[in-house]
């Protein structure tokens, strides 16, 4: 079996974006739609800057890594939700065919440590068979 695999490094979403942030007003829902639009935005540069020219994928699988600047219990569920204009960004880009779950297997958020460079890492794969079909 062959594959490719692809890490895109992003800065952690904004705090707007997590599900238990409420927006409460007109104001709050445009503050976080603005903050959508601009991290996907993001996803979308990074996506292409990795070079990778064989997208779309099919399927493929998704592991997020949090990189925190302080150590303290996190909410994996929330933390990944954060990233959904994250993963339209990587499907503007065109790496993947579609974010929904018959193109897109999410796997379970990781969490670490640096007070240097807080940041999220995306790596995203897909492995090709013999046979010449994907893993989907």
């Known amino acids: 079996m062959t594959g490719e695999t692809v890490t895109i490094v992003l800065p952690l979403p904004p705090r707007v974006l997590s599900p238990n942030h409420m ?3 007109r104001r709050g829902r445009f503050a ?3 903050a959508a639009r601009k991290y996907r935005e993001i996803a979308r540069e990074a996506t292409l800057a990795t070079g ?3 997208g779309p994928w099919e399927h493929a699988t998704i592991q997020a890594t949090f990189y925190h600047a302080t150590r303290r219990r996190r ?3 929330n933390a990944l939700a954060s990233l959904k ?3 339209d960004g990587i ?3 065109g ?3 579609d974010d929904d779950s ?7 958020a990781g969490f670490g440590l640096d007070k240097t460079c807080p940041r999220v890492e995306l790596k995203i794969g897909w492995i090709a068979c013999r046979d010449g079909s994907t893993n989907g």
């Open 23 to 25: 927006v409460g007003s």
């Open 32 to 34: 976080k739609a603005a």
């Open 52 to 54: 990778v020219e064989s």
């Open 75 to 77: 909410d994996d569920v």
């Open 85 to 87: 204009p994250a993963y």
């Open 91 to 93: 499907v503007d880009a």
């Open 95 to 97: 790496l993947i065919e």
């Open 102 to 108: 018959k193109h897109l297997t999410t796997l379970p």
